[in-house]
């Protein structure tokens, strides 16, 4: 048990009695939770409670969700978790436990409720700065670097979340859980040694006989890519690290881990990491950082030298150098970074897989750079468009397309159209994704040219010609009623936020009915397109009786998701399309280019990773909370080119601007 379990346990047990009658369950199932539950079995913890792994079994004790605690009797929940995520965790849960009168303790029998209505943006750490580390390493002759969420960050939740990915591609190929018996492995090597990943992997075998070598190789290979993929720099510490080979320092890597040396530097390598002199791993060496690998370190640095080391871990990373004659400058992991900043509240709505690999993308973005907190309040500093797309646009993107593909499961030789302008980036997303799922058998599609102005101008009496030669343009599509081939196909229309009038119109032109699927559809009091068959992703029907921050950003949205060129008016008479007058400047269009390369990038990097459609769909929670984080209370962000825009096609209401939408 590592020292910071045992004090964990330690703890627990000065500040709990194991009373038969105090029923109670641990909330959390990371290291301490186990080690707790592993060394109190005198105490009445009759379960574990979490809301991404509720139904499974953890050492011996069932997950359980608030119904089923509730239904035994338990009045008392423990969290044991870090700190920095105590008040996430109780606002998950706070309704819950409010209404049944349910206790939740920190470990040291602390009331989180009390915690959470004093807790406040404030932290220390937001007093870091680059130019500080700078100063630090200008003082030193030999700095060493972590590794992992140091000079490299993983683009999911947490690092177990890599064997959560594998579960789901070998689910029901094998009579065992692959993550559970992967870790068991690895656990049992590691009471007596540092093992690598290829003795995990014999001890894996060992203890399933079922499996052959060739396809424990295949599990070995697949981990390690899998693990390539979810990587990325933080760049500001590569940075870092050039500056130190450039100011002639000595450098060293030194990472707890059970990928050999020979594995981690070619990943190193893939990033572009190689001006360092030396790279120490524990399992190479049989020895942690806090057991010797710093002596290790040592004994091969010049003589008389002063070192340096950066990293993340207060134990590992801090303490341990300490303790061996090394200054340490320690920087915070995304993870933590988000914890301790105003974009902690959307950590109530982690969930499953999708959820954390979601989450994992946009704080390693967003927390990337290790001093975007400094001076701060908590808000973290965007200053590029594509940041922006990736952040705050892309997770709702993302999630009306995978609710979409629900929508379109079995609905072979329909068509799908995708309404000007909103519709341009979702259908090259619509393939992109498709394409890297695999799906199979969803519907055609066509981006349509269609606007309401262009459709309240096809019916003033004088433009006849203008409407006939947009049937024809409907006619070359093969979508207007009566045409060969067309008896019973099935038209889906996207909209982004709408009152049905594109679809209303075009219903009357084809002479068909279409199914809607839209972002969001408002009541027009209009009776015959409050009737339109339409399926929405947010449920709401009025922005006047909801407080879902889609609503303020509507007209500001439009402006983002939309095409490159002006407003659609109509067709020439060769049948060429005719816009509006570009409004827009040059730097707006650039920062909207920007803008959709995040949401591209976000999209594919998503599906990369999960690689499957899971039937699970993000919650409209998520997606509107991330919108919350892009206000000023929340977010410092220096666009300028997104403070000018103002949408040059609103049929409705007031006109939001950029400046408005990020106030």
Known sequence: MLEEQARTVRIFRENYTPDPAEKMVIYGTGIHAEAVISSCKDYPIEGLMDASRTGETLWGKPVMSEEEVTAAGIRLVVVVARPAVHTIIYKRIRQWSEKHAVRVLDIEGNDIADKARKNTCSSLYFNKSYEELLGEIDRHDVISFDIFDTLLTRKVYEPSDVFALLDLEYEERYPFVFSVERKRAQQELSETEEPDIHQIYRRMKVNNPCLSQEECDVFKAREIQKERQILTPRKKMLDCLDYCAGKGKRVYLVSDMYLPGRILADILRQFGITRYDRLLVSCDYKTTKQEGLFREMKAQAPDGSTYLHIGDHPDADGKAAQENGLDAYLILPPLQMMEISAYSQILVHLGGIESRIMLGLLMSEAFNDPFVLYRSEGRPLIRRSRSFGYVFIAPLILSFLVWMFGKLDNAHGAAVLFAARDGWLLEQLYHMLSEIFQIHGLPESHYLLISRKAARSMEEPGNRAGKERYLKYLKDLKLVKGMAGQQGKQIYFFDFMSRGTCQDYLEQLIGREIQG????????????????????????????????????????????????????????????????????????????????????????????????????????????????????????????????????????GDKNTGRDALM
């Not at 699970?616 to 962000?637: H, K, Q, W, Y």
């Open 517 to 652: 699927l839209y972002f969001q559809k408002s009541d027009s009091g209009d009776p015959k397109k409050d009737a339109l068959k339409v399926e929405s992703y947010y449920k709401e029907r009025n922005a006047l009786d909801s407080d879902r921050r889609i609503f303020g950003l509507c007209d500001f949205l439009e402006c983002i998701l939309t095409s490159y060129e002006p407003s659609f008016l109509g067709f020439s008479a060769d049948l060429q399309p005719i816009y509006e007058n570009e409004r827009r400047s040059e730097n707006q269009l650039s920062s909207v280019r920007d803008i959709h390369e995040g949401i591209r990038d976000y999209c594919r990097e998503y599906a990369e990773i999960l690689r499957c459609i899971t039937g699970t769909v993000p919650e409209v929670d998520f997606c509107d909370g991330v919108l919350c984080l892009m206000g000023a209370d929340n977010s410092r962000i220096k666009i300028s080119e997104l403070r000018e825009m103002m949408l040059d096609d609103a049929a409705y």
